[in-house]
């Protein structure tokens, strides 16, 4: 093992700029050569890439974003795409690839892997912790905390004007971030794309909230589970409550990342880094029950995190 190429892809994460310095500080401490491919796919098919060394990453593990670009990149569903930047790592003399990102980076993870000797290793970050084979994500912690430190303004609010709020965070997909920050805001009732909406249910539930005086709310939704605005004025209509729609939008993918992200990202590079040294590949990293593990690309692609339902009652009951 001589060189390593790191690239960054998909929705950037907090976090990610650690997992990057951490990744060139453990492969320049073991004499390998750092390559850092820039806009994810896109720098290894176009073959845009930077040397990386200890100094180049100094004073970043602060930073949220994305010191390499990131992108979301078309080119790489093409054969003909991973083809050229299967001959671009060849060209480039990399023995091995970490891929910083979330499960759809890790589809384009497995595709490379068919097509080059390179050896790949995954390492999850994304805000939606929805990595199968990783109980957490980097940026996951980040993105929970900047959303409940905005929904507890909002919670002012809706209790200064007896409004209810159904507040609209991020989970295209999947519901973790959602569920973890209604848990954590006292979200009266939150709704995750794994579980069909039933709007009679949310109008029970503001009803009798209002009926023993609880006249404001918190609804947390994630962004998959459809039109949040649609959702805000039929609860509206059905319940005579005063409700308003709040977006938390973009924040939630960036700023400082938390301590929690900033650990995951260092420990995840160091088993990604260890796993190349000792040539073993095709695998994603992750944390399991505490420890840090791998498991195989086919296998975090072909598994559905399983979502823990039952904390949907807990926060009911907690909510009541
Ligand atoms: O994958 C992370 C994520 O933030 C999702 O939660 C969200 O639905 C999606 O990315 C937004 O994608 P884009 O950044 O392409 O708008």
Redesign the pocket.
């Known amino acids: 093992m001589k060189t390593i190429g790191v690239i960054t892809s998909?929705?950037d994460a907090p976090g990610m700029n650690a997992a990057i310095r951490a990744v060139t500080r453990l492969a320049s401490a073991l004499g390998f050569r750092v390559l850092g491919f820039e806009r994810g796919w896109e720098g290894l098919i176009n073959n845009l890439f930077r040397l990386l060394t200890p100094r180049s990453v100094g004073g970043i593990i602060q930073l949220g974003g994305t010191i390499l670009l990131t992108s979301?990149c078309p080119g790489f569903k093409t054969r003909e795409g991973i083809r050229r930047a299967a001959d671009n790592l060849v060209a480039d003399n990399v023995d091995g690839l970490v891929v910083i990102g979330?499960e759809g980076s890790f589809r384009g993870a497995l595709e490379l892997s068919r097509e080059t000797d390179v050896l790949i290793i995954g390492v999850p970050a994304?805000?939606?912790n929805d990595v199968y084979g990783s109980d957490e994500t980097v940026g996951f912690d980040t993105a929970v905390n900047t959303a409940v430190a905005e929904i507890d303004k909002i919670r002012d609010t809706a209790i200064s004007h007896e409004r209810v709020f159904v507040v609209e965070v991020?989970?295209?997909r999947r519901g973790f971030?959602a569920l973890t920050v209604g848990l954590t805001v006292g979200a009266e009732v939150i709704l995750i794309p794994e579980v069909p909406v039933h709007m009679e249910n949310i109008f029970r539930t503001v009803k009798e909230n209002a009926a023993k005086g609880k006249r404001s709310g918190i609804i947390v939704a994630a962004?998959g589970v459809g039109d949040t605005r649609r959702i805000a004025e039929e609860i509206e209509v059905n319940t005579g409550a005063e409700v308003r729609l709040s977006i938390v939008g973009y924040a939630?993918?960036g700023g400082s990342p938390t301590a929690r992200s900033r650990l995951l990202a260092s420990l995840f590079a160091n088993e990604a880094v260890n796993l190349l040294a000792s040539n073993a590949g095709k695998c994603v990293v992750g944390l399991q029950k505490g420890e840090i593990k791998s498991i195989s690309l086919e296998e975090t692609c072909s598994r559905e995190k399983p979502l823990d339902t039952r904390l949907l009652s807990l926060a009911r009951t907690l909510a009541t």
């Open positions: 998909g929705g979301r979330g994304t805000i939606d991020m989970g295209r971030l962004e939630q993918r």
